[in-house]
Each structure stands twice: as structure tokens, then as C-alpha cells.
């Protein structure tokens, strides 16, 4: 099938030159148009044909060679989220405790069990359903196109186009004729999940049709606690851009974690295997290996701690779950709980080791630490919810579901870190 004929994606090559034909116009003529930082638009994803506005940064979608010139029908990603939703009508309560005489820590559970089947049942999602020369077509969650909107312009008939920097998996690598991979470039790709994508800096020119809607790819980094809950049908960058130049590849933009010396994975992660915990301290910030973390804690170490544990939401998660555990479960455990990034596997003893992405709860870890103690929301399931950090249009079914995987979830054991002394 022939791919699409007003700006493609791209031809084997992804070298500097890129041929003419797979641009809607020609770079030259793109760069004398009239210069737009966003447009309004409807694309065949849009309900009820309302206007969405696409602005220069936005990652969007784009459909594979399959693609025909008019889609019938998009399958919507997720659940459209429910519309009685209200996350503004929360109220806080301050919790006081009994803190005089001796007190006593309860150990974090280590016995819990999550059933397999909160992963396994993981966002069970359809798949892109369109027409193609009067022939039905479909295409899988990771066969659709991501790309990132580097520039908007519009000629004097008001035809806009679009430059777009493209997102490509590990498959789409092995496919194109790239020069030369550096040693960094090939650890890394051995390193990409099936559902992971990784920007380069090649870039096409598109019409705006071509766009069927905002991507949902989530994109997170190594600098910054903004990873929400994943499933196995999401679609996800850990950032870094591949530079294509005339001799060779480079990885840009990618990280090194864990001890500057001494690290036994050679300073890289692979979201597939390895288990990362994050030093809140701010004069630390760095992510470690836990098999590069030798010094664990133990409940009577931190007893001898008292008021003096760091992080302090540590220490004010002890408090609630030895007084008030009935009332905050959930907040109790958050606030005990490291932030982590580790391979649902590695969560949940039992279930499937071919989910190969990073599982985390980090965003609302952080808003938990983040509260102001003794102030804490009167209902913590509602707060939960709210600040998952997952995309506006995710029902209140799956945030729910969210929920009930993480208060299943044992707390993991705790470390030392080795730059600061803080507790991760």
C-alpha cells in the first residue's frame, strides 16, 4: 500500500539529506512561510468535531503507510473520563498524634500479594479502525506514528503544514539504514522496551491533515519525578534525541545514574530490569541501583531516629500508621514508601516478566510528601486519585483501579544513601 503521498514519515534513511518527495513542501519553501505558534483544528479523533488547538512542542499522531487519505473511524484511546468528576470540593483535617513517652514504629508490611491480574488485565485497549480504499484496516497501539511538532507555518490560501521531529522504537531503528551506532547508542537500544520510543532529529513536513490527534506517549526523564503509573499498552520515551549526522549516530540527552564510582551497572538503567530508587534531598537528587545500595534500614533504626529521619514524610508515615491506620491507609503508605521505578515483575511477586517498562508511583509520592503536616485531606482516596498525575481523559474506574494496585502493593525495604545519609 502506498504510504501517505502529502508528507510521509520518512524512507529507509534517515540521513541529513532527506529526499524532496517525502515532504509536503520543500524545507526552502516551508521556511518562507508566515511563521504560526499554534492552529486550531478538528482531526478525525475529535468528538463532536470540536476545535483542538496543536502548538509547536506538542507530540502528536500521526497514522503508519496504511494510512488512507480520509479515516472513517478512530477508536478513542482510553475511557473518556467522567463528567460528574470534581476533584475541587476536597477538604483538609489536621491529625494529631500522641507522641510523648516512648514510641513505637510499625515495620512496613513485606507479606502483601497483589493479585497477577491487576497487571495482567492492564488497560486491555482497541485498536485504530479505519477505512482504506473502501477496505477496513486496523492498526495496533505500536504501529501508530508519534512525533513532535517543531514548527507551524500556513501559506496564503490558509493550507498549513506541520515539521515534525519523529519518535522511533527499537523495530523502527533495526529498519532504517542509520550511519554508523556509537558504543552509547547500541547499550541503549538493547535497553528500549517494545512500547518504548526514542526521538531523532529527523524530521519530515506534513499538511496539517495528517494529524489525527494529540499523542498520548508519555514522556518522563531522569531530572524530573513526573512518571505516572504505566501500563503495557502505554506508549513511552525516557527522553534523550538521536543526532543522525553524515558519519555517524550519537545519543544525546540520556543520563548517568547511580555512583560515579563503583556502580555495578555501569551507570545505565534499563527500565526492563533494574530498580531505581530517587534521594529527595535536594543537595543530593540522584538516582541509585538498589544492587548498588548496601546499607538497608531496619524499623529499629529508624525508631532510634525519631524526629531526626529524612526525609520527614518518613517519619510522619510512622506516626499515622501506628495511630491512625484505619483512618489514612493509604496516606500512611504513601508516605513510608520510597520513590521507586522497577519493572512491574519486580513490584509484584508472580506476575509476567515481559511487561518490560517502568512501573512508579512517584507522582503521588511526591504530593504526599509535599503536604503540609499536620494537614492532611479528610478523604484520602479522593486526594489519591486526583494526584495520580495520569491524563485528564483516564475514568474514575481506572484511577480507581490505580488505587487498589497501589495499597496491595508490599512497601519496599528501605536504604541508606550513600551521598547524604538520607533515607531511600
Avoid at 121 to 148: I, L, R
Avoid at 324 to 329: N, T, V
Wanted: proline share 6%; aromatic share 8%; net charge negative.
Amino acid at each position: 500500500m502506498a504510504p501517505p503521498k502529502k508528507g510521509g514519515r520518512r524512507l529507509r534513511s534517515v540521513l541529513p539529506e532527506e529526499p524532496a518527495q517525502n515532504h509536503a513542501v520543500t524545507p526552502a519553501a516551508f521556511d518562507k512561510l508566515a511563521i504560526l505558534d499554534h492552529v486550531d483544528v478538528v482531526t478525525v479523533m475529535n468528538a463532536d468535531e470540536e476545535m483542538i488547538q496543536l502548538k509547536v512542542g506538542d507530540i502528536v499522531l500521526l497514522l503508519p503507510a496504511k494510512d488512507p487519505e480520509t479515516p472513517s473511524q478512530i477508536v478513542r484511546r482510553r475511557p473518556v473520563a467522567d463528567t460528574a468528576q470534581n476533584w475541587e470540593d476536597l477538604t483538609y483535617a489536621h491529625v494529631t498524634v500522641d507522641t510523648s513517652g516512648e514510641m513505637s514504629f510499625l515495620a512496613p508490611s513485606n507479606t502483601s500479594q497483589v493479585p497477577v491480574d491487576l497487571l495482567e488485565s492492564d488497560d486491555k485497549v482497541d485498536e485504530y479502525k479505519y477505512m482504506c480504499g473502501g477496505q477496513p484496516v486496523q492498526a495496533g497501539y505500536d504501529e501508530v506514528w508519534h512525533a513532535e511538532i517543531a514548527a507551524i507555518r500556513c501559506d496564503g490560501a490558509d493550507q498549513c503544514y506541520v515539521k515534525v521531529l519523529w519518535y522511533y522504537s527499537t523495530h523502527d531503528l533495526n529498519g532504517q539504514d542509520v550511519p554508523r551506532k556509537t558504543g552509547d547508542l547500541k547499550r541503549f537500544q538493547e535497553t528500549m522496551g517494545r512500547m518504548e520510543r526514542i526521538k531523532l532529529d529527523h524530521f519530515t513536513i506534513n499538511e496539517l491533515e495528517n494529524v489525527i490527534a494529540h499523542s498520548d506517549l508519555i514522556q518522563f526523564s531522569m531530572t524530573q519525578l513526573g512518571l505516572i503509573p504505566l501500563s503495557h499498552s502505554d506508549v513511552w520515551s525516557r527522553g534523550g534525541t538521536l543526532k543522525c549526522g553524515a558519519a555517524r549516530t550519537d545519543l544525546e540527552g540520556v543520563v548517568k545514574i547511580c555512583l560515579e564510582s563503583g556502580c555495578a551497572l555501569n551507570r545505565e538503567y534499563n527500565p526492563g530490569l533494574h530498580v531505581i530508587r530517587f534521594c529527595s534531598n535536594v543537595k543530593c537528587g540522584h538516582w541509585y541501583h538498589t544492587d548498588c545500595l548496601s546499607e538497608k534500614c531496619q524499623v529499629e533504626g529508624l525508631q532510634a531516629l525519631g524526629k531526626q529521619i529524612q526525609p520527614r514524610a518518613l517519619y510522619h508515615g510512622l506516626l499515622l500508621q501506628e495511630h491512625h491506620s484505619q483512618r489514612y491507609p493509604l496516606l500512611a503508605r504513601l508516605l513510608m514508601s520510597p520513590i521507586q521505578r522497577a519493572p512491574p515483575h519486580m513490584w509484584i511477586p508472580g506476575s509476567a516478566r515481559h511487561h518490560l517498562y517502568p512501573l512508579s508511583w512517584e507522582t503521588v509520592i511526591s504530593a504526599a510528601r509535599g503536604l503540609e503536616w499536620p494537614t492532611i485531606p479528610e478523604k484520602e482516596q479522593k486526594w489519591f486519585m486526583r494526584n495520580l498525575g495520569v491524563p485528564a481523559g483516564v475514568s474514575r474506574q481506572e484511577r480507581q483501579r490505580r488505587m487498589e494496585q497501589f495499597s496491595q502493593l508490599s512497601i519496599p525495604a528501605w536504604y541508606r544513601c550513600p551521598g547524604c545519609g538520607w533515607i531511600v
